[in-house]
């Protein structure tokens, strides 16, 4: 796969917030008061806007105030996914490896925390108004990695794989979307994520 088509792979889930990322307010602001929701750096947000691809991927500390205990090994590249949507402030982070799209073994994973003051418990994610990675159409509630979440299988511009979400408090929601080859690490990656 050519740094053209990586690039595009990882923008894909960014498309319609790349025309309004902005700079971002502070973290508490974002998350509309109490404890911080991260929020994107002006730096980071730039990085998404330019596709920025890492190689090698970054690890543990991919997204800035989040903490992710387990990523399966053998990605090649990586990049920021930063933006607002309908006042929404995402803030993510998608690992990938050189197979195409197309190939089943191909392996990614997207971690993404959202911002969104509407986030109060399992049943507004179907709501969460974003344009990737929405809860419609299929979703059922799971216990994965020991938390509630809504689950559903991946579609679309998310590919195939598992897709989950949970609200980890009020005002901060936490999504996942492993591929197919990744599902089986699931529990461990959901259970390895930690906010301060």
Not at 126 to 155: C, H, N, Q, S, W
Not at 171 to 180: C, L, R, Y
Request: hydrophobic share 40%.
């Amino acid at each position: 796969m050519n740094t053209t088509t990586k690039t595009l792979t990882i923008t894909a889930l960014s498309v319609v917030s790349a025309a309004t990322l902005f700079a971002v307010p502070s973290a508490q602001a974002a998350s509309g008061g109490g404890a911080a929701c991260p929020a994107p750096s002006k730096a980071e947000v730039k990085r998404s806007r330019d596709s920025r691809v890492d190689k090698p991927a970054r690890g543990a500390t991919a997204v800035k105030g989040v903490r992710i205990g387990h990523i399966p090994r053998g990605f090649t590249y990586g990049g920021v996914v930063a933006g607002r949507h309908k006042g929404v402030t995402e803030y993510g982070y998608q690992w990938g490896d050189d197979r195409p799209n197309a190939d089943p073994r191909q392996r990614s994973l997207w971690v993404r925390v959202l911002c969104w003051p509407g986030a109060d418990g399992l049943a507004s994610l179907k709501r969460l108004p974003v344009t990737y990675g929405t809860f419609t159409g299929g979703a059922r509630t799971a216990t994965i990695g020991g938390r509630r979440v809504l689950a559903k299988e991946g579609d679309g511009a998310l590919g195939d794989g598992r897709y989950v979400g949970w609200v980890e408090r009020k005002g901060v929601v936490v999504t996942v979307m492993a591929s197919t080859p990744l599902v089986a690490d699931l529990d461990r990656i959901v259970a390895g994520i930690r906010l301060p």
